[in-house]
């Protein structure tokens, strides 16, 4: 069982509507991640959160929106999506104390696919 | 820029074989190195973490060993079974201490074990 919990698990979506991807973790963990996943690809990287400030963004297009509520919840906001944005959306936690990094924790992904 | 690879891209074997998985980055100057395992369609389970400092680490089956300054890594996995199959990917932290500092991935070596 992952201790990173992202809902939800699959979505589909038309390339007009506006949709929320959430994240959740509970193990004190001050920086979040989202990568993003094609078919047989590794993860890429998204946006990074450290202490609920966007520290990281990849140039990803403005129609993903990330948003950062507390320490626990990390959300990817969607709207006017292409097809191409079809993939897995992964997020990541970690606990990150000044001169300490730790090992990344993955939740088990959101499954997107836009019509 | 950093670059992480992994050979073979894609393993098959009879159970009970020991086997190793090798990862290569380019640039040395690494914070970390950790190693993953996915399942078709699910987010990633951390395996080994290992320290820029550190040689190796093992974990029941899974031994992965560091060498820095030829950048190197190695998988073993001992006396392997069906369960392992799965697509193991490599990651490394680029070398710095700054908090929410994301990875960058190999492509992965997809293992089948066959009974």
């Known amino acids: 069982d992952t201790e990173v919990t992202q809902t939800p698990k699959h979505l589909v979506m038309g390339m007009t509507n506006k949709k929320s991807l959430k994240c959740e973790q509970h193990?004190?963990?001050?920086?979040m991640y989202w990568y993003k996943q094609k078919a047989k690809k590794p993860p890429e990287l998204m946006f990074v959160?450290?202490?609920?400030?966007?520290?990281i963004n990849e140039s990803v297009p403005s129609r993903f929106s990330p948003e950062c509520p507390n320490s626990s919840l990390l959300n990817l906001h969607l709207h006017a999506l292409q097809p191409e944005d079809s993939a897995l959306y992964l997020c990541?936690?970690?606990?990150?104390?000044?001169?300490?990094?730790?090992?990344?924790?993955f939740g088990d992904g959101t499954r997107l696919s836009i019509l | 820029k950093q670059e992480v690879t992994q050979i073979p891209a894609a393993l098959s074997v009879p159970e009970g074989e020991n086997l190793v998985l090798n990862c290569s980055f380019t640039?040395?100057?690494?914070?970390?190195l950790q190693w993953f395992r996915q399942d078709p369609g699910k987010g990633l389970t951390s395996l080994l973490l290992?320290?820029?400092?550190?040689r190796e680490q093992t974990s029941g089956r899974l031994n992965a060993s560091l060498d820095k300054s030829s950048g190197r890594s190695t998988l073993y996995i001992a006396a392997s079974q069906p369960g392992d199959s799965a697509t193991y990917l490599c990651?490394?932290?680029?070398?710095?201490?700054?908090?929410?500092?994301?990875?960058?991935f190999g492509k992965g070596t997809t293992l089948s074990v066959s009974s």
């Open positions: 990651a490394v932290r680029p070398g710095t201490n700054q908090a929410g500092t994301a990875l960058i």
């Open positions: 990541a936690s970690s606990l990150e104390d000044v001169g300490v990094l730790s090992p990344q924790h």
């Open positions: 290992i320290q820029s400092s550190q």
């Open positions: 640039d040395s100057a690494i914070y970390n």
């Open positions: 193990m004190g963990h001050r920086a």
């Open positions: 959160y450290s202490y609920e400030k966007l520290s």
